[in-house]
């Protein structure tokens, strides 16, 4: 048997989609599972050996070639083909397949004309359990494990990725091994930047933070991030105070890294902070402890009820969250983003202060 998952997105929505993928597997262990993303995507193979093969399709060009898309969608007979999308054009999209069940979100009266079960939507809730309510025409039996727990995402580290991990790290830190390793990325994703999406604290914050995370010598700060954020970390470097670097300050933000470096190095971390970002859900992938900054999206639908991983946000604003649900991109006044780096500061030491069961992963 065969499956096929589509799912445009970044890599926090491939995350988020591994679970309904596991659940899927673990109902008919010979099933082969395919997917399709958009080609910033196509590196979750680098995280999971859950898919068969995963084929990329440019779903934000323009002019999308939708011929090219349905021989992409019919290099294989399915039984299942699953459309993470809610809009109705996933729907159509998922209509191109030659699968025996096409399931995907109900999007209007209409949708049935294009896919055999469409299910109801419910974005009230963790985006992982809404994901794998795609599978109850499949697996009605879920529906009570979904109701009772949150479905966490589960990522497997390449030995290989762990070792360079220890070749990068260990002679930096030295004598420092005793030291809390406390990771930041303060990066978003470069199209929510040309979305006018604003989820990113500011560099003065930032700096503020890593000054008051410095101060005490149990802890070692390693700044992260990708070839998007350079100019963040730059603006970062600038407002920090400091003339001469510490020694439990690091910055590894020039290193090249692909996302299985990247998330091996997140896995070696006793705490990451970000935002509400892909390494946000790499961290709980992991099961790493996890101090996340929300501006307007949603907390309860991108972190699962779970004590190790933290959302810090403003709170008693009338308008937030408001991402995605009331607007599509941010308002010209987000107070949303004054999160204070006290309020950060407290976190981190609410998460370091969790205990040892708490923080391994079940």
Known sequence: MRALFINPGGIGDQILLLPTVKLLKEKFSDLQIDLVTEPRSTCIAELTSLFRKVKEFNFKDRNPNVFKLRELLRERPY?????????????????????????????????????????????????????????????????????????????????????????????????????????????????????????????????????????????????????????????????????????NFFDLSTLDLSLEKLSALIGSADLLVCTDSAPMHIAVGLGKKLVAFFGPTNPQKLLPNDPRFL?????????????????????????CLEVTPQMMMDAVNKQLSLSLSLYRKS
């Not at 008051?212 to 920090?240: E, R, S």
């Not at 969250?321 to 010209?332: A, G, Y």
């Open 79 to 247: 039984k299942y083909l699953i459309s993470t999308g809610s809009s109705l054009k996933a729907n159509i999209v998922a209509s191109l397949g030659n699968a025996e069940l096409k399931i995907g979100f109900k999007n209007s009266l209409i949708s049935n004309l294009f896919i055999t079960h469409p299910v109801k939507l419910n974005e009230i809730q963790y985006a992982a359990n809404m994901f794998a309510e795609l599978l109850l025409p499949i697996m009605p039996e879920l529906v009570n494990k979904l109701k009772d727990q949150s479905l966490i995402p589960d990522i497997r580290l390449n030995p290989n990725a762990i070792e360079w991990v220890k070749e990068i790290i260990n002679p930096r830190i030295k004598e420092r091994f005793h030291a809390k390793k406390i990771f930041i990325h303060p990066g978003v994703s470069s199209l929510s930047i040309k979305k006018n999406i604003l989820k990113s604290w500011s560099p003065k914050s930032w700096a503020v933070l890593i000054e008051k995370l410095i101060d005490n010598q149990n802890n070692t700060v390693i700044l992260l991030g990708g070839k998007d954020d350079l100019q963040t970390i730059d603006a970062i470097h600038k407002k920090l105070t400091f003339f001469a670097r510490p020694k």
């Open 311 to 335: 959302a810090v946000h403003v709170d008693n604003l009338e308008c937030r969250p408001c991402l995605f649900d009331k607007r599509k991109e941010s308002c010209s006044k987000p107070q």
